[in-house]
């Protein structure tokens, strides 16, 4: 079955930006201007009214759309559809000082003076007021306006705030979960330090400890985020039923849990600033790592393609220092999106303000105002390129692999001091294990552990370290009924409220699952590495000597077999790598950390083994990645070259049609450094 379209009956792929004509008003001539080169740069979807509550209302309760409305009728009439944004992401003035309350408090306890945007609060009944008012002569204004094709709630919801109201909000939040401070001070393990308390009220999160109040803290605030939000969209859905709403989300982002937000939104929509730079040799692992994010993003909503929202066509000013983007970047940085099932993207910023602090922002439209520019050019062809990838809507990516991805598996182990000891370390784990399947074109869904993944024949849980209820039970089941399941170190350590499971690890019956007992980790310095040896070289292509870099757990097994063990130190003969056989599937244990090219040799193995599908037959170059797209009768195969050498990809017996070259392909594709190519064929 083909995917919905973002926008009801808009049958092209989405190209646009961040606009803000409220910045404008004063120059009638570049308004002019802009219409004109909008048109001329391809654009068909304009995001207006991002941060423009002063323009709305100057002075409380003192209205004025006569900007909007002129800026979306001349956008209709153009044929764009306009994304509209509510505008809570930056405050007025008069309302900070009117009603100090909407400010945030911060950690220390000082209330924020009104500065910078993105740091209201949240559990404010005047600012809820303030949004749902304007929010309401928005959708009132513009229901059945013939542009209006989206609402972009405010902008990269995020932060934290510790005021009074939203302390009271967060022990009522408490007191449904746990019903007593008993069963709230043994969650907590309250006992250690001196925590426990005899009172819902006398818990203050300020104080930062203990860590098991902090993880209820980050789901507290995950949670008002979407209680905010949904809110937000009160007035929206109620008067604009049919106009899908969403919000932007940045990443993976360690601080909100977008796998729960975006049950909320309609459609998924991410702001994406890689800053790729063609000179970094590592510019194919950090594109790898942007191919995971996607996936994340794509498999969020499988029945509703995602887009993006941000990118920059250029530079981003807060990088140091900030690079250009090298001919052909921005392009293959969009092909990427889209061959990970995205049906559009969206930039900041369609023109550079002339002040404020992102005027060197790169833009469509330079402060030079005209289409002679590079990044104007580069904008006007990947338009022409995007006419040609029509055919794609509708196609979706699919995968026989899931990853799990989980934001309380990432805050628990975060919180936990000891385990973390790289920056970024939950990350850079799953990214490490998605490698070997991008650089095979091995499509993956990537799913946070609440999701089905029964239907997928391998399951990747790179350190699921703290475990939801239920989630151990479906494991043993989806290796029970055959499944094969990749574990890694740190699996299964600490239960939902971040307590060490007791009995020995993995916990919740995972050790009988994988056939083992953990019982001991050792962590490594950054540039230490241990030595292992294949246990029957060859086998899951393991090379007969690998190493183990940051983690070394010591595990004994328990009907489990080695695959590789430690060759050294205390630890030498103990398993880094384990098989276990259980009902009629296989679990996987990687007590060491493998180093990349231990990573990439099991993994290869393992697809081989299980014969899964690839997304074009043959071996693909070193940073050259291919991924899959289908409709029931085509499919679509981007090839992505991330390094600065042309590259060649075999396409072994089957025949193509170049989307982009409109020429037939067979044989060999050449690709130039940093070059794409869509092929498509009948399946
Ligand atoms: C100090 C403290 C102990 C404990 C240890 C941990 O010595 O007195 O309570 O925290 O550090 O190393
Ligand atoms: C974020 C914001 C935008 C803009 C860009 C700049 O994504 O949402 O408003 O500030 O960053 O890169």
Not at 47 to 61: D, N, P, V
Not at 86 to 104: D, F, H, N, Q
């Amino acid at each position: 079955m083909s995917l919905p379209r973002i926008l009801h009956g808009f049958d092209r792929l989405l190209h646009g930006g961040d606009y803000n004509p409220d910045q404008w008003q004063r120059y009638p001539e570049v308004l002019a201007e802009d219409a004109r080169l909008i048109e001329l740069a391809g654009l068909n979807v304009v995001a207006l009214g991002i941060f423009a509550w002063t323009s709305y209302e100057k002075r409380e309760g003192v209205f004025e759309f006569g900007w909007l409305d002129r800026a979306m009728d001349s956008l209709g009439r153009a044929g764009k559809k306009v994304i509209l944004s509510t505008p809570s992401g930056a405050k007025p003035v008069w309302m900070s000082l009117a009603y100090p309350e909407i400010r945030r408090v911060t950690r220390e306890g000082l209330r924020e003076p009104h500065t910078g945007r993105h740091n209201h609060c949240w559990s404010s009944p005047v600012f809820r007021a303030k949004v749902a008012l304007i929010n309401r002569k928005l959708a009132e204004r513009y229901a059945g306006h013939p542009a209006l094709a989206m609402w972009h709630v405010s902008n990269e919801y995020a932060g934290k705030c510790y005021c009074e109201l939203c302390r009271t909000e967060f022990q009522r939040f408490l007191q449904r979960k746990y019903g007593s401070v008993e069963a709230l001070n043994h969650a907590w393990w309250a006992d250690f330090w001196s925590y426990g308390v005899s009172e819902f009220s006398e818990i203050d999160p300020r104080g930062g400890l203990p860590e098991g109040m902090q993880l209820d803290h980050h789901r507290f605030n995950n949670q008002q985020l979407i209680e905010f939000m949904r809110w937000e969209m009160q007035p929206l859905r109620e008067l604009t039923p049919g106009i899908p709403c969403t919000t932007n989300f940045m990443g993976t982002h360690g601080g909100n849990d977008y796998s729960s937000i975006a049950e909320h939104v309609d459609l998924v929509a991410d702001d994406q600033y890689p800053g790729y730079d063609a000179a970094d040799p590592e510019l194919a692992r950090h594109a790898a790592a942007v191919s995971f994010k996607d996936d994340l993003y794509r498999a969020m909503k499988p029945d509703r393609p995602w887009m993006l929202m941000e990118s920059s066509p250029d530079v981003q000013n807060w990088r140091k220092p900030m690079r250009l983007k090298r001919p052909g970047l921005h392009r293959l940085e969009m092909m990427q999106a889209l061959a990970h099932g995205a049906e559009g993207t969206c930039y900041f910023q369609v023109r550079k303000g002339r002040g404020g602090s992102e005027k060197y922002h790169g833009a469509v439209i330079d402060h030079a105002g005209h289409e002679g520019t590079r990044v104007f050019r580069s904008i006007v062809e990947l338009s022409h390129d995007y006419e040609k990838l029509t055919v794609l809507l509708g196609t979706r990516v699919r995968a026989e692999v899931a990853f799990l991805y989980d934001w309380e598996a990432r805050w628990g182990f975060e919180l936990s001091s000891g385990p973390v000891n790289h920056d970024n370390a939950y990350d850079r784990v799953s990214q490490a294990h998605y490698r070997p399947f991008w650089a095979r074109g091995v499509a993956v869904d990537v799913l946070s552990s609440e999701r089905d993944f029964s239907g997928y024949r391998l399951l990747v849980t790179p350190q699921l370290f703290l475990l939801k209820p239920g989630v151990a039970e479906r494991i043993r089941e989806f290796v029970a009924a055959g499944g094969v399941w990749v574990a890694t170190h740190y699996t299964a350590y600490c239960d939902e409220f971040n307590r060490s499971f007791l009995g020995g690890l993995p916990g919740a019956g995972l050790r009988g699952v994988l056939g083992l007992w953990n019982e001991e980790v050792d962590s490594l310095h950054e540039s230490m590495r241990r030595r292992i040896t294949a246990v029957r070289p060859g086998e899951y292509d393991l090379p007969a000597e690998l190493y183990a870099e940051s983690v070394c757990e010591i595990v004994h097994l328990e009907g489990a077999r080695a695959l590789a063990v430690y060759a050294e130190d205390f630890y030498a003969g103990h398993p880094a790598l384990t098989q276990h056989a259980f009902g009629r599937g296989q679990a996987f244990y990687h007590a060491a950390r493998l180093s990349d090219l231990g990573l990439d040799a099991f993994y290869g193995g393992l697809v081989r083994e299980l014969a899964l599908e690839r997304s074009i037959d043959g071996v693909l170059p070193p940073g050259v990645t291919a991924q899959r797209r289908r409709s029931e009768q085509d499919e679509f195969v981007f090839l992505l070259n991330f390094t600065q050498h042309p590259a060649q990809v075999a396409l072994g017996a089957a025949r193509y049609d170049n989307v982009l070259e409109q020429r037939p392909e067979a044989g060999t594709v050449t690709l130039p450094a940093l070059g794409v190519c869509v092929l498509q064929r009948r399946r």
